[in-house]
């Protein structure tokens, strides 16, 4: 199937995100602007512009939105500024948040990345807002009830684990278990997972870690390094391994297959880049049911956003002119 068959089927598609909904927050600052505090003596960091973008589950988002998908998020922020913030930026890309709800008893994940004005280099430490305790038991029966009555209404379900925290974010145990039940009984419904630090943890769906969570998750669930038996353990209908400019490698239960990358330049910037290709995999696999050709078009999307600044997206026009 084409790049542009498979374009043409993604707006009758309908996605779900869930999982940890950050705001991005990008700070461009003046260094010669960097006046010591009259009162600490302390250098101050003099940021004089900014911009916001739904982040972690929200990359994912917005890729499917530009890619033309009908999309939805799900998950719980903070009855806070950021969260106000990010409310705002879901509605000016026209992405549904009637699944996101606020609470005053946890903090809105964020993401402050301090770039400098003169180089356009993010030089400085970032300032981040993130929850140190575990997610609150009323908030995370919240979810799992929300997800279950809601998931049936939807062709791709995107699980972002994005929390490193030992302790996890809005992705628990219990939500982690429904998604397992429920998966096999949905086969017309695509289920793919990505997860920083808790891989090994997810059954019963399509698992995308890059190499490095990869290779922790295999340690953790076998004592050894070997995707293929992970795979099994999990019984993930496909493993799919990322490994940067290198492509990815998928892991079947007849095969194992590497897909190469596609060839750029010198990337931009490379955030997001596995949120990009979750979401050209998840969406052309709905369409194809073909792994391999769903990673090449995963691929293309990345090389598409990594060679923009931030957490870029592709559009249709991009992915028929790569």
């Known amino acids: 199937m084409t790049n542009q068959q498979i374009l043409e089927r993604i707006p009758k598609l309908r996605a779900l995100v869930v999982g940890d909904v950050c705001l991005d927050r990008w700070c461009r600052y003046d260094p010669a602007l960097a006046d010591p505090s009259r009162e600490t003596g302390i250098p101050r ?93 009323a908030i995370e029966k919240q979810l799992v009830d929300l997800f279950e009555s809601a998931f049936r209404g939807f062709d791709v379900i995107f699980v972002s684990d994005q929390a490193e925290t030992a302790h996890g974010g809005t992705v628990t145990a219990p939500l982690r278990e429904l998604m397992e039940r429920v998966a096999p009984q949905f086969p017309e419904k695509v289920f793919v997972v990505d997860s920083r630090a808790r891989i090994h943890l997810f059954r019963n769906v399509i698992l995308k870690p890059n190499e490095t969570e990869a290779e922790a998750g295999s340690t953790a669930l076998l004592g050894r390094v070997d995707f293929s038996a992970m795979r099994a353990a999990l019984r993930a209908p496909v493993l799919i391994v990322t490994r940067d400019a290198r492509g990815a490698s998928l892991f079947e239960e007849s095969c194992s297959t590497d897909v190469p990358g596609v060839a750029v330049g010198t990337p931009v910037d490379i955030c997001g880049a596995g949120d990009s290709f979750s979401a050209g995999f998840g969406l052309a696999h709905a369409v194809t049911r073909d792994a391999k050709r769903s990673a090449q078009f995963g691929n293309l999307i990345a090389s598409i956003t990594i060679m923009k600044p931030g957490t870029g997206t592709a559009s249709p026009e991009e992915v028929l002119a790569g």
């Open 45 to 137: 960091t003099a940021v004089v512009s900014s911009e916001v973008t739904p982040g972690a589950a929200g990359t994912i988002a917005n890729n499917l939105k530009s890619l033309g998908c009908q999309v939805a998020l799900m998950g719980a922020i903070g009855d806070d500024g950021n969260g106000f913030e990010l409310r705002r930026a879901l509605r000016l890309r026209g992405i549904s948040g009637e699944f996101v709800f606020a609470s005053e008893q946890i903090p809105t994940f964020t993401y402050t990345k301090l770039i400098n004005l003169r180089t356009g280099v993010e030089d400085l430490p970032r300032v981040d807002f993130v929850a140190t305790r575990p997610l609150p038991s």
